[in-house]
């Protein structure tokens, strides 16, 4: 149980282009989602927390206009990268959790290289 | 600030040795400490967790001690296999509003299980 599944797992795209990550819980119904941002050989660093329904509260230092993030039902959401420079290259790992719990459940990861 | 600070950043360990790995807060108020491992390109992964009420939980092979007092808990890994190698995260959750909690998380430990 608990399975979060990301698409695509790999993304290459060309400076200025947006891309579309997808993230899904296939075994429960998840009310809030999040979208962390990895660098190489560093930890997790959050980047926004969407409830269903709800607009996303970003972290601080986190363009909203750049990352939009939509969380439309209890199974999925997306983190768009909107006109991706190469230094949003990087590891983004979506998590979701289930109602009022604390357990955060991630999913594999996509890796995007803007070229 | 809500701080995780973990330690180790790296370490080497022969193969049936015990891993430990330490993590230390600030913020009284977390309540719920999961420890997550992470291989190369994958998103991480929940490996057990503790709440402060107990001082010690024990899964298979990995056991969590903790030191409310102290605001100290640690991994301990024991009969370390080739296997585990990989990155090893703690972090503490801290209800965060509108039914969700987030994840403070430290910098993670590089195990290195060697044969």
């Known amino acids: 149980g608990a399975v979060v599944s990301q698409h695509p797992s790999w993304v290459i795209c060309k400076s200025g282009t947006s891309v579309k990550i997808e993230c899904r819980s296939l075994?429960?119904?998840?009310?809030?989602m999040f979208w962390y941002r990895q660098f190489p050989k560093q930890s997790l660093m959050l980047m926004a927390t969407?409830?269903?329904?709800?607009?996303?509260?970003?972290e601080q230092g986190v363009e909203k206009d750049k990352f939009l993030i939509n969380h439309a039902s209890l199974t999925l959401s997306t983190l768009t990268v909107t006109s991706a420079h190469p230094e949003d290259s990087s590891f983004y790992i979506c998590?979701?959790?289930?109602?009022?719990?604390?357990?955060?459940?991630f999913g594999p990861g996509t890796r995007l290289l803007v070229l | 600030q809500q701080q995780v600070k973990q330690s180790p950043q790296s370490l080497i360990v022969q193969k049936g040795g015990i891993s430990i790995i330490n993590c230390a807060y600030e913020?009284?108020?977390?309540?719920?400490f999961p420890w997550y491992q992470q291989f190369p390109g994958k998103g991480p992964a929940l490996l057990i967790a503790?709440?402060?009420?107990?001082s010690e939980k024990k899964e298979g092979r990995f056991t969590i001690s903790f030191n409310k007092s102290a605001k100290q808990f640690s991994l301990h890994i024991m009969d370390s296999q080739p296997g585990d190698s990989a990155t090893y995260f703690c972090?503490?959750?801290?209800?965060?509003?509108?039914?969700?909690?987030?994840?403070?998380f430290g910098k993670g430990t590089k195990l290195s299980v060697i044969p």
């Open positions: 998590s979701a959790s289930a109602v009022v719990r604390e357990t955060q459940y």
């Open positions: 075994d429960f119904q998840a009310t809030t």
């Open positions: 969407s409830n269903e329904g709800s607009k996303a509260t970003y």
């Open positions: 913020n009284t108020a977390f309540d719920y």
């Open positions: 503790i709440r402060p009420d107990v």
């Open positions: 972090a503490a959750s801290l209800y965060s509003g509108a039914g969700s909690y987030q994840l403070t």
